[in-house]
């Protein structure tokens, strides 16, 4: 079997096993690609050719491949998210009996420091919201998108994936659907809902999606990111900020104000509690301010 469908093949397993998102199947997709054409160039060889390869003892061509990356600058959490990548297919090859043993698990790639998140003040975020007009119901569509993003701190996908029947009114939740197509209730404000209320009150029915573009269709997430752009732009506020921006906005000014943490990561729907922990620097610089100003001893 040519390396081309037996690749879409292995994508396809991923989508139905697994449930991954369009853009997650696609990065796995590239990452294979990318490791294929490395060695083959843009020919279309056999399945064979590449367990051939890959069964070698005199070389290992992960790491060769690895090793070229290195020397092309990439950052090592691009290259980490790469090996991950590859050690998926690997391990499914091993799965079908093509490989007896994945070559990437030898391969361990040098611990980076986790970058602390960026985020906006409280009097930052408060200033883009306030900035955003009401005079058109796009206008009004803006503000519900914002204001929900900072009430629930969802991803800019699922945002865009949100239905109207995903709001519950009364009790103040609306159901999410993250990565894998994992459901979850995440609890959402007075504000947001009251935004959300007035944007689609606009509509003499109501369409399924819940936040819709000049055509009546759902939203897409890059209209999100180039929407936001366009208002912090106009706002005046000098700093860099993506939709990811007001997620994490949200989780530092929640636990700044004292929620717990493992609440966080199921409101933010973190796998693990070390993906939510990352915010906890960004909180504790905030604490050692509070007590050196405040500590007669400090």
Excluded at 92 to 116: A, H, Q, T
Excluded at 198 to 219: A, G, V, W
Excluded at 255 to 278: K, N, Y
Aim: glycine fraction near 6%; aromatic fraction near 10%.
């Amino acid at each position: 079997m040519l390396l081309n469908s037996f690749i879409d093949i292995f994508i396809d397993t991923l989508a139905a096993e697994k449930g991954y998102s369009v853009h997650t199947l696609r990065a796995y997709k590239k990452d294979v690609d990318d490791f294929v054409q490395f060695f083959f160039g843009e020919d279309d060889f056999s399945i064979e050719s590449l367990i051939n390869l890959l069964h070698e003892e005199s070389r290992n061509p992960v790491r060769e491949y690895l090793t070229e990356l290195v020397k092309s600058k990439m950052k090592k959490r691009s290259i980490a998210r790469k090996l991950s990548g590859l050690n998926t297919f690997f391990d499914y090859l091993v799965k079908i009996g093509k490989l007896k043993l994945n070559p990437g698990n030898s391969i361990v790639i040098p611990k980076f420091e986790k970058s602390i998140p960026h985020f906006l003040s409280i009097d930052d975020l408060f200033r883009l919201l306030d900035s955003i007009k009401t005079d058109t119901w796009l206008e009004k569509r803006n503000l519900a998108i914002f204001e929900t993003f900072y009430s629930t701190g969802v991803r800019v996908s699922e945002i865009q994936g949100l239905n109207l029947k995903d709001i519950d009114f009364n009790n103040k939740m609306i159901i999410v659907t993250g990565k894998g197509s994992k459901q979850r209730i995440v609890p959402i404000g007075t504000r947001a809902l009251d935004a959300i209320k007035e944007y689609r009150l606009s509509f003499p029915k109501d369409f399924i999606p819940l936040f819709l573009n000049k055509n009546h269709t759902r939203l897409s997430s890059k209209s999100i990111g180039r929407i936001l752009e366009k208002l912090v732009i106009e706002c005046g506020l000098n700093v860099p900020v993506s939709p990811h921006t007001l997620r994490h906005s949200f989780a530092t000014h929640m636990l700044d104000s004292g929620a717990d943490l493992r609440g966080i990561q199921e409101i933010l729907g973190h796998a693990s509690l070390s993906t939510t922990q990352v915010y906890t620097h960004v909180s504790m610089e905030k604490l050692n301010q509070v007590y050196d100003k405040a500590h007669p001893r400090s």
